[in-house]
Protein backbone atom coordinates (compact mmCIF):
# COMPACT_ATOMS: atom_id res chain seq x y z
CA UNK A 1 0.00 0.00 0.00
CA UNK A 2 1.26 3.15 -1.28
CA UNK A 3 1.21 6.10 0.51
CA UNK A 4 -1.31 7.75 -1.71
CA UNK A 5 -3.60 5.05 -1.33
CA UNK A 6 -3.59 5.14 2.76
CA UNK A 7 -4.58 8.49 2.58
CA UNK A 8 -7.04 7.70 -0.05
CA UNK A 9 -7.99 4.73 2.36
CA UNK A 10 -8.65 7.04 5.37
CA UNK A 11 -10.31 9.68 3.41
CA UNK A 12 -12.42 6.90 2.38
CA UNK A 13 -13.82 5.99 5.54
CA UNK A 14 -14.15 9.32 7.70
CA UNK A 15 -15.79 11.10 4.21
CA UNK A 16 -19.03 9.87 3.69
CA UNK A 17 -19.76 10.90 0.03
CA UNK A 18 -17.58 8.48 -0.31
CA UNK A 19 -17.42 4.88 -0.88
CA UNK A 20 -15.24 3.30 1.67
CA UNK A 21 -12.80 0.48 0.52
CA UNK A 22 -13.26 -2.44 2.82
CA UNK A 23 -10.46 -3.95 2.01
CA UNK A 24 -8.62 -1.55 2.34
CA UNK A 25 -9.76 -0.64 5.66
CA UNK A 26 -8.82 -3.50 7.02
CA UNK A 27 -4.95 -2.96 5.71
CA UNK A 28 -5.50 0.01 7.42
CA UNK A 29 -5.73 -1.96 10.84
CA UNK A 30 -3.05 -3.22 10.38
CA UNK A 31 -0.71 -0.42 10.15
CA UNK A 32 -2.41 1.17 13.27
CA UNK A 33 -3.87 3.54 11.39
CA UNK A 34 -7.91 2.37 11.68
CA UNK A 35 -9.36 0.17 14.13
CA UNK A 36 -12.80 -1.88 13.85
CA UNK A 37 -16.37 -0.32 14.93
CA UNK A 38 -18.22 -3.13 15.73
CA UNK A 39 -19.07 -5.45 12.66
CA UNK A 40 -19.36 -3.42 9.98
CA UNK A 41 -17.16 0.18 10.63
CA UNK A 42 -13.58 1.41 10.88
CA UNK A 43 -12.54 4.52 12.21
CA UNK A 44 -9.00 6.52 11.97
CA UNK A 45 -6.74 5.83 15.05
CA UNK A 46 -4.48 8.84 16.51
CA UNK A 47 -1.57 7.80 14.33
CA UNK A 48 -4.67 8.01 11.49
CA UNK A 49 -5.30 11.40 12.29
CA UNK A 50 -1.77 12.60 12.51
CA UNK A 51 -1.05 11.54 9.01
CA UNK A 52 -4.14 12.87 7.89
CA UNK A 53 -3.07 16.03 9.40
CA UNK A 54 0.43 16.16 8.26
CA UNK A 55 -0.94 15.87 4.53
CA UNK A 56 -3.31 18.32 5.28
CA UNK A 57 -0.66 20.86 6.97
CA UNK A 58 1.28 21.02 3.71
CA UNK A 59 -1.17 22.36 1.59
CA UNK A 60 -2.61 24.75 3.37
CA UNK A 61 1.28 25.85 4.63
CA UNK A 62 3.29 25.32 1.73
Same mark, same amino acid.
Given at each position: ??? !??T????? !? =? =? !? *??????? !?? *??? +??? +????? @???? *??? @???????N??G?????? @???
Open positions: MTE !DQVEALL !D =I =I !D *SERTENR !DL *SAQ +LTV +LGLAE @RTGK *SGF @RPTSAGWLLEKGRKH @RYG
